[in-house]
């Protein structure tokens, strides 16, 4: 086995490599943009120059003369399209700005117009001549920009309900023995996914097909429909492999919709391909942050009081906002809990989710803020955590469903050697190199939305599974084929899965880190559907015990089962019985506490996550403690990240090589989060800077050294069917924190502001 | 205010790009389409389509298309090969990474005209009666991949890499191997595919 391929622990699966792994590794995997098209046109978008202001006219002559040009769309002659709200209002959209509808615009670099040609070339060409004449105002760029507007986000954001609180902040606070105030920044961030922002839309008759990178072909299908003013049933998406997502791809975004009505238009199949700095405002992205944080604490460490005020920017029309105090308010026992989110407007395209959106700029501030405690106190920061440790969280007293948090803590600072760190800052070094340590918790909601599959069994064994799931590199087709193929008690590589189309049976949006548990579970249930059926055929159902039904292999017998006398399930037999070629089976399920619409919602494109903290008795949450060291340079101040280790804890792993690649790729995340990546905005213009992948820093391979990724055994009944937490977004969480503790350590310098470069280091 | 201005996108004029390159990096091409009559109206205007004769996975394609179509272009939306990938159509991601002639080239950046006469390999090319190259095997036992995107651009970088005698140690991978960007970052996973296959590649 490989290091790739860890040993399963208790209440893990088998690490069995991906399902779509030759595919992926021949060229054979079709994403978006690889669909064959019949005469396809070519779209080219322009793009606006300006972040606030109107446009006065064009001159399209020169475009119009390029040989090849077939039309350009502008708002004076762009197909009509009806406005979608925002998700988070019961809309499907990631942003409520409507490009080619008026002559106004929004942010920089919203669509202005689209020019399509026969050729992909040519439409580059055009795109480049057109000319455009605006009335422009001066933008309003980010925070303390002249003509932003603060007001928090209740009461304004329908999904961010309340600030959390509990007890009396003010006068714990003032009382404390310990106190610390401290302020931090996260900047504006890009996903940037590897596969670009391609739309290719192709009309047969009065039915659409959408070929495009999505998160969530439901939500997309009923949004784009809506737009359009058509049947639902009408347009498909399809997307069998998604180059990346991290969020980008879980809301429609206005390309879809524009295309499609020029597609409509020409009556021909356009294929839209848009440039990486396009992708950069034509989606959506992290919001730059700021936090206020005030602890209390006790002389033993003991948290008496805790603050967390948060102020997050968004667009003009759209509240998005992430309020990541939902989670600091409630990671640590303490009884007197004060916080506030804000949302700050600006002429800026609307932010949306990005991996771990509350999680990643709201820990990085409570997990610093722990540290410098720590440091006041004189206490390790492991031991700081372990005594505010807590099985309940503090805003209304609810149990954890299960929390390995200091399980993870230990194991995790064993393999790192934390033992060893001298906790003195600047005492540890290797020649021209300080050594720092450093490490933080991370933690993530537990979530499941409805979903329902389709599973069809042949006498032979083969099996069908069908979910609109996405396989977002997350490894969902593998889960799913392995749920499959031990509930019916087939052999693996028997099961075939369809996912990525919306002609299938819903599945949620793949974000939250809910695919596993939700796909999961409804796979297993309809499983379980199938075996029943076969069951009854066969036997009277009281010569099997309950358990039998459920772990009795179909058509083979496990060792175990064997011994108790259980008989296994002859197939040929149960389907002569049934006098059926084939067995089929759909089901729907939802989680506990699922509202009353949610099966309506669900066949609507809409989203009904459930979990994390909004669970009625109980709170569910995935845990992990991550372990840092860091070397910075006395002289060139460069700052290294040569070993990140991570324990984590997150119920059943379904296969511990997707988990451990998934964790994995986090930890690298939170180094990024934490040293590279940041938007840079130019303040006059509200335009992003380095829109390209060789300005906006993503880590390469070399900036990559050793990753270590500890899966810890957890069993957890109380969340879904099968057990299963999310991996996808728990490890690029505090990983920025850690980092910056580990600054502190190798330096002696406190740094609040991300990302850290080396000239922020003042040694 | 009043601004007038073009758009986001740059002014710059590709036709001015290729008469004003013909004398200096585009020389072969213009030589080679001198050299026949048929190219004639290409030299004076590119955008009309020319005939282009690509050598790919040990074939010989012909093509009609733009003079300004890239290999990435040419192999993704006129030959069907799109196992290569766009990522950022800059240079800057490695997706659309190739082998032409044996070096690893970012065809993104290549014009399907300057690649003419040269033998192009793509992902599709490596798997012969359904044997896997050793890369790409390396990169399944690995699990060097999550969402694939740039997985194609990888082993084919990878595969070079080794060639290139910059697979002798992790910190070598690692540096010879930055040139691909995978967001999912499942870098260290790499370096243990192009280890593990380095050896088999050596032997040939």
Known sequence: MTAAAP????????????????????????????????????????????????????????????????????????????????????????TTIQPLKTAEIAHDGQIIAVVVAETYEAAREAANRVKVSYTASAPTATFDSPGTTVAAATGQNAQFKEDPKVGDFAKAFDEAEVKLTASYETPTQHHNPMELFSTSCAWMGDELVIYEPSQFVYGLKYGVAEQLGIDADKV?????????????????????????????????????????DQGFTIATYRAETRHEIKLGARRDGKLVALRHEGAEVSSRPDAYCVGGTKTTTRLYACPNVDSLVSIVRADRNTPGFMRSPPEVPYLFALESA?????????????????????TNEPISGKPYTSRSLMACFDEAAKAFGWAQRSPQPKSMSDGD????????????????????????????GRTR???????????????????????????????????????????????????????CSVVTMVCDQIRQRLFKAVMPSQSLTDKAKETVGIGQTPATQAAKGDRPLDLEKAFDALG??????YGEWKPEGAPLDSFRAMHSGQVRLVGGHAMKDQIAYAFGAEFVEVRVNRFTHEIRCPRLVGAFAAGRIMNPRTARS????????????????????????????NDNLADYLVPVNADVADVEVILLSEQDDHINPVGVKGVGELANVGTNAAICNAIHHATGQRIRKLPVRLENIEV | MSDSSSSKQSAFDRRAFMAGAAGSVLVPITARAAAEEARAPAAQDPALPVDVTLRVNGKDKRLHVDARTTVLDALRDHLKLTGSKKGCDHGQCGACTVLIDDRRVVSCLTLALAAEGQEITTIEGLATDDRLHPMQQAFIDNDAFQCGYCTPGQIMSAIACVKEGHAKSEADIREYMSGNICRCAAYPNIVAAVKQAAPEIMKG
């Not at chain 1, 998604?242 to 206005?254: A, L």
């Not at chain 1, 986090?666 to 992003?688: F, H, K, Q, V």
């Open chain 1, 433 to 460: 190199w300080l050594i720092g340590y450093g490490c933080a918790a991370t933690c993530y909601p537990t979530q499941m939305g409805p979903a329902a599959a389709r599973v069809r069994l042949q006498r032979d």
């Open chain 1, 236 to 276: 498909r998406v399809v997307n069998p492999y998604v180059g990346g997502g991290f969020g980008s791809r879980g809301s429609m975004t206005p390309r879809t919709a524009i295309i499609a009505g020029i597609a409509k238009r020409l009556n021909r199949p356009v294929k839209l391909v848009p440039t990486r």
């Open chain 1, 370 to 390: 722990m540290d410098e405690l720590a440091v006041k106190l004189n206490m390790d920061p492991v031991e700081l955590r372990r005594i505010n440790d807590t």
């Open chain 1, 465 to 519: 599974v069908e979910i609109a799931g996405h396989e977002i590199g997350t490894g969902a087709y593998t889960v799913i084929a392995q749920t499959a193929a031990e509930r019916l008690g087939v052999p693996l590589e028997k099961v075939a899965v369809f996912i990525g189309d919306s002609d299938l049976p819903p599945a949620p949006v793949a974000g939250g880190s809910n695919s596993t548990a939700s796909t």
């Open chain 1, 662 to 689: 998934q964790l994995m790729g986090g930890l690298i995340w939170g180094m990024s989060s934490a040293l590279l990546e940041a938007t840079e905005i130019d303040e006059r213009n509200a335009r992003y800077v």
């Open chain 1, 7 to 94: 040993e399963p622990k208790t209440n893990m699966g088998q690490p069995v490599p991906r399902y779509d792994a030759v595919v992926k590794v021949t060229g054979r995997a079709t994403y978006a943009s690889d669909m064959p098209l019949v005469d396809p046109a070519y779209a080219f978008l322009v793009t606006s120059a300006i972040a606030k202001g109107r446009i006065d006219s064009f001159d399209l002559d020169d475009a119009r003369r390029v040989r090849g040009v077939i039309d350009v769309v502008t708002h004076e002659n762009a197909p009509k399209l009806k406005d979608s709200k925002l998700f988070s209002n019961g809309g499907y959209a990631g």
């Open chain 1, 580 to 585: 059926v070629g084939v067995v089929e089976e």
